[in-house]
């Protein structure tokens, strides 16, 4: 005979310290783990239990901040990328700080502005979990539009469960983006392609893992984090050229599908990292610390400073002028032909043979 399922709500803790509980599948702030009033909490809402009345939820004009962020970590977040995770994780923690007990009902246009203040002017006094000095640097005007929409996308997102009202996010949404001519936020270096002379400098003073990664970036038009998912038995080999089909990706989310393909200058890399173990990661290094080589390579190299997705660029620059956008959009994985087209300079250069005709 089974064990009797266990129907009492528990008392957790997430690794911030702040308690909550679920009952019936609602998650329920309890506040800090350390004040006693967390207990109490907890204590009224097993007395509801125990009543046979419905459990106290909080209702949805009290429904914090952070009652909304559990839910939302716990329930969506997972199905996204691990870069989209990371900065979805980034902005959350921001507003946490600054208005994590606070109803999202209140949570209007101006506490929307003071985040967005925040993320431009930094904080140098920030600390990580083990409390040690963790300065968290201003963010360019492009960031802080990006985080301050995904921020919202999380708030719209509570509406579908009636947690938040959606006169809330109407009001969020009066709030535009942020121009040049109205914030001291700093602009974001545009990426750009890497000149071929800087790329083989560059090459030049790589110890031999890291330059087969920067080899296969070129060779692939893949993104590093792309890359360092793969494994042996991912990697379909039957055919002249190696493909293989990622179950992780950037756009894994919104049912696309991500496609590798390996010629026989990348096969002849991979080869070298092929394992018996079917699921052990071909490179094994992290994607932050490839990126910090690269930089201080550059430097060796004495070039100017790129990081590995700029190779993307580079590739996909070259193959958008000489092959056209359907094939390099097939080959970089764009779910939309408009981002495809940006990478051209077909049209700038029609431009400038259109000006000369002008004198």
Not at 12 to 28: E, L, M, P
Not at 97 to 122: H, I, S, T, Y
Not at 272 to 279: I, R
Request: aromatic content about 6%; hydrophobic content about 40%.
């Amino acid at each position: 005979m089974s064990r009797p399922r266990n129907t009492i709500p528990k008392f957790s803790v997430d690794r911030n310290g702040r308690a909550f509980t679920k009952v019936h599948g609602c998650f329920i702030s309890l506040g800090r783990s350390d004040d006693p009033q967390s207990r109490i909490r907890y204590a009224a809402v097993l007395t509801e239990q125990a009543s046979g009345r419905p459990a106290v939820v909080t209702p949805k004009a009290a429904v914090t901040l952070n009652e909304l962020f559990l839910k939302y970590v716990t329930d969506e977040l997972p199905r996204f990328s691990s870069s989209e995770r990371h900065c979805q994780m980034t902005v959350i923690r921001m507003v946490r700080q600054l208005f994590g007990f606070v109803p999202v009902a209140e949570f209007g246009p101006l506490k929307l502005r003071a985040v967005r203040d925040a993320m431009v002017a930094g904080d140098p006094n920030q600390k990580d979990r083990a409390g040690k000095p963790n300065p968290r640097k201003p963010w360019s005007r492009n960031t802080v539009n990006r985080q301050v929409k995904r921020l919202r996308a999380i708030i719209r997102w509570g509406v579908s469960w009636e947690m938040v009202s959606s006169t809330v996010v109407d009001a969020l949404d009066t709030v535009a983006s942020l121009t040049a001519a109205e914030t001291t936020a700093a602009e974001s270096i545009p990426r750009v392609a890497v000149p071929a002379v800087a790329f083989h400098a560059v090459r030049g003073v790589l110890r031999e893992k890291h330059r087969d990664m920067l080899d296969l970036l070129s060779l692939t038009g893949a993104r590093p984090g792309e890359l360092l998912k793969l494994t042996t038995g991912m990697i379909d080999r039957s055919g002249p050229i190696w493909r293989c089909e990622l179950t992780q990706h950037k756009t894994t989310h919104r049912g696309k599908t991500r496609v590798l393909f390996f010629n026989e200058a990348a096969q002849l890399i991979l080869r070298k990292y092929l394992q018996a173990d079917p699921d052990a990661k071909l490179l094994k290094m992290r994607r932050d610390n490839f990126g910090h080589v690269i930089q201080r390579a550059c430097d060796r190299a004495n070039v100017a400073r790129f990081c590995p997705h700029q190779i993307r660029h580079t590739v996909a620059t070259k193959l958008v002028d000489e092959m056209g956008e359907e094939f390099a959009q097939r080959l970089l994985g764009h779910s939309k032909a408009a981002m495809t087209r940006g990478y051209s300079k077909g049209a700038e250069k029609k431009a400038q043979e259109a000006v000369k005709r002008l004198g």
